[in-house]
């Protein structure tokens, strides 16, 4: 009978231990996945226009399509990959992190640019004017958004394998990775399946509603998407320029300049200090804006310099 006391006491150990580890893992990778912020909303922000266009009964099938693919794309090609970074090279994760950052700050860069000037926008393909069949024009629409995927996942997995603690064992840094990975394409592709099938819920409401203020907001629904989704872009892009800036800086710092780092840090604090009662919101507040300043100033530099590249001009998704 003690033997069975004893061991039940192991296993009950032993489980407090595997529920610590499981939260510990869920809480680093919510916060490693909190760093990713500006790719993601990228993500949620880019990936309705391949949806558009098409019959409301393949919305959501595409946009599973998408986030099935997203999914592979961490977990079975990132994660191992960003693994192997950890073990034998961690010196290459800031490398990435710059290369992703200033690819942030070009992306980010461009779409400014295009809405100032309005030079260089991609043509539209419309669904009912081109030759393709639908079943073919999905087709390749799926594979723009999956290639599109595929890199801000990249950036969104490297940013999250940086944030992780580099202490922790090489399975805690793929759980949490993994976990991070997939909580993300949740929350990036539910909210891509809310928005584009908003309006189709609007339009019902506003037809077959019993009360006229359900009616009300469902014509408000309908009026208000094309509005949401250009704020939605906006939002999207200046959070792009900011994390893209921010990555940057910190890569740098990490790789061998620390100067543009130390000049922000220094300002910000200085800025700051003149208003004690608010120092920590001034302090990110002030961060931030120069962040986003080093961002866009390196996106503006980088459109030239991408141009010259073979199959690019002035293309981002």
Request: glycine content about 12%; overall charge neutral.
């Amino acid at each position: 009978m003690s033997g069975l006391l004893a061991l039940l006491d192991d296993v009950a150990a032993i489980a407090k231990v595997a529920s610590a580890s499981i939260d510990d893992i869920a809480g680093q990778a919510a916060k490693a996945g909190a760093k990713a912020a500006g790719a993601v909303i990228d993500d949620a922000a880019v990936t309705p226009k391949y949806v558009h266009g098409f019959q409301a009964a393949r919305e959501l099938p595409i946009v599973y399509k998408i986030a099935r693919a997203s999914v592979f794309n961490k977990l079975v090609i990132l994660l191992p990959i960003a693994m192997l970074l950890s073990s034998f090279a961690p010196w290459l994760i800031p490398v990435f992190l710059l290369m992703g950052g200033l690819y942030l700050c070009y992306e980010g860069g461009l779409k400014v640019y295009r809405s100032l000037f309005g030079k260089g926008t991609e043509a539209k393909i419309d669904p009912a004017t081109t030759p393709l069949d639908a079943t073919h024009l999905e087709e390749q629409r799926v594979k723009g958004a999956i290639k599109t995927d595929f890199i801000l996942s990249a950036e969104i997995m490297t940013i999250i394998l940086a944030a992780l603690d580099p202490n922790r064992p090489i399975w805690f840094e793929a759980a949490a990775l993994g976990v991070a990975g997939i909580g993300i394409t949740v929350i990036v592709y539910g909210a891509v399946a809310l928005i584009v099938k908003a309006d189709d819920m609007g339009l019902a409401l506003a037809e077959n509603a019993r009360l006229e203020p359900t009616r009300a907001f469902g014509r408000g629904v309908v009026r208000g998407m094309p509005g949401f989704l250009r704020g939605l872009t906006m939002v999207g892009t200046a959070a792009m320029i900011w994390v893209g800036g921010n990555i940057v800086v910190h890569a740098l710092g990490e790789i061998a300049w620390s100067g543009p780092y130390d000049v922000i840090h220094h300002a910000a604090v200085a800025v700051a200090g003149v208003a004690p009662g608010a120092k920590g919101a001034v302090e990110w507040l002030v961060t931030a804006v120069l962040d986003g300043v080093v961002g866009l100033t390196l996106g503006f530099a980088l459109i030239p310099l991408v141009g010259l590249l073979p199959g690019h001009g002035a293309e981002a998704h």
